[in-house]
């Protein structure tokens, strides 16, 4: 999603980065772009990272999470998953100009919404001790289920090249530059053959997000969907091409909530993998 954006953010305007439940892959992929990094914060003022904050000051930044800002731009990792989230994520809401979030975490609630098909105390009892300690929501979703969000970049991490692409796009008040293909293209565009059609190995590049450049088939292995849905993703022609590539109705739904298991594109899988499952492939 992309909202109009207004003239280009003023001179040496201010980056917060922000983490909510998540692994902080996505905000390393900031840190590895270590050729553009220094470069980059010439430019904008990185205002408040705790990532990349020494031992000695996070405890310090963290006490200063409240009343900061207000930010140009805010990037958001991660996924609301706890009451305190949801409030947290109003108030950088609020101190931010634009507000992107990055990773499939951020976008479509992540690996941690795998507890939205079942009951959250079963994980609770299975993993924690003593769950009555814990505290948390039952499902994990989206930041944009709680506030605006300005732009979503895909992918489980993100990619470097897609994410600078975005900060200069908000730096210089234009809209990012970020294609809605599939993986299938960045895998012609790199010459590699199709693993499915030579192989039949299993591939959810048709219906991905672009970003990775198209790593795993270049690899041998098929696209496991980690940047999530593609736009308008064809999921009936997918699941019957992964039937007939010996996928069980049980094994498409799976692959499919690995990732990006609460992404609303991705809602009506089961309900296709079962008729699926009722006419057999070819
Ligand atoms: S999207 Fe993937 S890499 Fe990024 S924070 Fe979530 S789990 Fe980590
Ligand atoms: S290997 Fe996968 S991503 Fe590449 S063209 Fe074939 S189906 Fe598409």
């Known amino acids: 999603m992309v909202t109009e954006l207004g003239p280009a953010i003023r001179t040496r305007p201010t980056l917060a980065v922000w983490k909510f439940a998540s692994c902080d892959g996505c905000q390393l992929t900031l ?5 553009e990094l220094l470069g980059l914060t010439e430019r904008v003022r990185i205002d408040h990272f ?8 996070a405890d310090r930044e963290r006490a200063r999470l409240e009343g900061r800002g207000p930010y140009d731009l805010s990037l958001v990792e991660g996924s609301i998953s706890t009451a305190e989230d949801a409030e947290r994520i109003q108030h950088v809401r609020h ?3 634009y ?3 990055i990773g499939a975490c951020a976008t479509a609630g992540g690996i941690q919404a795998l507890r939205n098909f079942v009951d959250v105390n079963d994980f609770l009892a299975a993993v924690y001790a003593q769950p009555e300690y814990i505290a948390t929501l039952e499902t994990s979703t989206p930041i944009s289920a709680h506030v605006p969000v300005d732009f979503e970049l895909r992918g489980c991490p993100i990619d470097r090249r897609q994410l600078l692409e975005v900060i200069n796009a908000y730096l210089a008040g234009r809209k990012p530059q970020i294609s809605n293909h599939s993986v299938c293209f960045e895998c012609k565009r790199r010459g590699t053959t199709c693993i499915t059609v030579a192989h039949g190995t299993p591939c959810l590049g048709p219906v ?12 041998g292995r098929g696209c496991y969907g980690c940047f999530g849905p593609s736009s308008k993703p064809n999921l009936r022609a997918m699941i019957a091409q992964l039937r007939h590539d010996g996928m069980s109705e049980r094994d498409i739904q799976r692959v499919f909530r690995t990732f990006n298991a609460a992404s ?17 492939p070819a």
């Open 99 to 101: 507000l992107v979030t």
């Open 50 to 57: 705790v990532e990349m904050t020494p031992a000695e000051g």
């Open 208 to 219: 991905t997000h672009a970003g990775c450049g198209a790593i795993c088939p270049a690899y």
């Open 31 to 35: 840190l590895d772009c270590e050729d």
């Open 264 to 280: 609303p594109d991705y809602a009506p899988v089961p309900d296709l993998a079962a008729e699926e499952q009722q006419s057999p």
């Open 95 to 97: 101190i931010s100009r």
